[in-house]
C-alpha cells in the first residue's frame, strides 16, 4: 500500500486499478465525518486534481488524486453511511477506483512509498 499527501491518503494498483482511501492520520485531523462529496463515474483527473470534499468536525479535507486516471467506481455506500470510512478506511473505506493510464497498468500490487 503506497500514501500520499503527507501520509493522508492511501493508494493500492492492482491490474492498473487504483483504490484510493483515507488514512487513519487524514481521519484524526477531520475528526467526526459529517458529509461527504463523492466523485462521478467516468470522471478524467490528473494527478492532484480534488477527487472529493470530506466535511469532518475539526476541518474539512479534499481527497487529491495520486496519479491521473478514470474514475471506474465509487464506494457509494460512504454516501449514506460514514462508519466504514472511519471504522476500516484500509479495507472497507475505500473512496474510489481509478483507472490508471496504460503505460502505469500492471499485474502487480505497488508496494513503493511516493509523497
Known sequence: MNEYDEGRIWFKKK????????????????GAV??????VEGDEVSQDDVLCEIEG???NFEVVAP???SVVSVNEALSEDFESLQGDPLDEGWILRLQAP?????????ESEEE
Do not use: F, M
Open 57 to 59: 468536525s475539526k476541518q
Open 102 to 110: 496504460r503505460g502505469d497498468a500492471d499485474d502487480s500490487d505497488s
Open 15 to 30: 491490474g492498473g486499478v487504483v483504490t484510493v482511501g483515507l488514512t487513519e492520520k487524514a481521519l484524526e485531523e477531520i
Open 67 to 69: 496519479l491521473d486516471g
Open 34 to 39: 459529517q458529509a461527504i462529496q463523492l466523485p
